[in-house]
């Protein structure tokens, strides 16, 4: 939040617009930066540094999701921790539904028992959400799971907006190419995705616009 009492501020590593594997139906994703936890083997390590992101004031952002296609109808918070900035999320959520009824998902390295005893700011973030996808990544159980990375993780349906899936499977993995770089969405099914994938790009000459995992820590 800025010193002056203003409209809160959040500080976002990407924005991903359309996105069909990290929660139900077509989403935008808010991928936030900073993560107070380390998982070893961290699948997003460019989300980790509280320093750096593009600062967003709510407003700001909640006007640029509000102008995506109508097909997108649910954003998920991914990072980085969510919850390391709960209190703005919680506003960017408000500012949201204002406009349209939006599904909301996040991700949070801390568990749905401890976060419910965490401060105001968690609680109302929780207070908002439809889905939670909880608890750190454990390497040695990564397995194809519906967007979790480990089998530790858990889907929290917290309204009846959703019906969970019959299937407990991997989503996937989305690609975004845009004028000669390349991202990617989604949590990888099988130990090791990242590092080959950006192996085998820089075999090609692809620039990565996502940090790669080596420039990162
Ligand atoms: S909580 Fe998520 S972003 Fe943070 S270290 Fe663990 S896997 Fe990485």
Same mark, same amino acid.
């Given at each position: 939040m800025p010193a002056s009492g203003g409209p809160?501020?959040?500080?976002?590593?990407?924005?991903? /617009?359309? %996105? @069909?594997? +990290?929660?139900?139906? =077509?989403r935008a %994703? %808010?991928?936030v930066?900073?993560?107070? +936890? @380390?998982?070893?083997?961290? +699948?997003s390590p460019e989300g980790l540094p509280f320093e750096g992101g593009e600062p967003w004031a709510v407003d700001a952002l909640a006007a640029r999701l509000h102008a995506l296609p109508a097909?997108?109808? &649910?954003?998920?918070?991914? &990072?980085? /921790?969510?919850m390391a900035q709960a209190a703005a999320l919680a506003a960017?959520?408000?500012?949201? @539904?204002?406009?349209?009824?939006?599904?909301?998902?996040?991700?949070?390295?801390?568990?749905l028992e401890r976060l419910r005893r965490g401060d105001a700011g968690r609680r109302e973030l929780l207070a908002r959400l439809d889905i939670l996808v909880d608890g750190p990544f454990l390497a040695e159980r990564q397995r194809p799971l519906?967007?979790? &990375?480990?089998d530790n993780q858990r889907? !929290?349906?917290? =309204?009846? @907006? !959703? /019906?969970?899936?019959? !299937?407990?499977g991997s989503a996937g993995l989305e690609v975004e190419i845009a004028s000669g770089s390349i991202a990617w969405n989604g949590v990888p099914p099988v130990p090791g995705f990242r590092e080959?994938?950006?192996?085998? +790009?820089?075999?090609?000459?692809? !620039?990565? =616009?996502?940090?790669r995992r080596t420039d990162v820590r």
């Open positions: 809160p501020v959040l500080f976002v590593g990407r924005i991903s /617009e359309s %996105v @069909r594997v +990290l929660g139900p139906g =077509t %994703v %808010v991928w930066q900073g993560c107070p +936890l @380390r998982c070893p083997g961290c +699948l097909e997108v109808t &649910g954003v998920t918070f991914s &990072g980085g /921790e969510p960017l959520v408000d500012r949201m @539904r204002a406009a349209r009824d939006w599904s909301v998902m996040s991700y949070s390295g801390f568990t519906l967007w979790r &990375g480990s889907i !929290h349906w917290l =309204t009846d @907006r !959703h /019906e969970p899936p019959a !299937h407990d080959n994938f950006e192996r085998a +790009l820089d075999r090609d000459g692809i !620039h990565l =616009t996502i940090p």
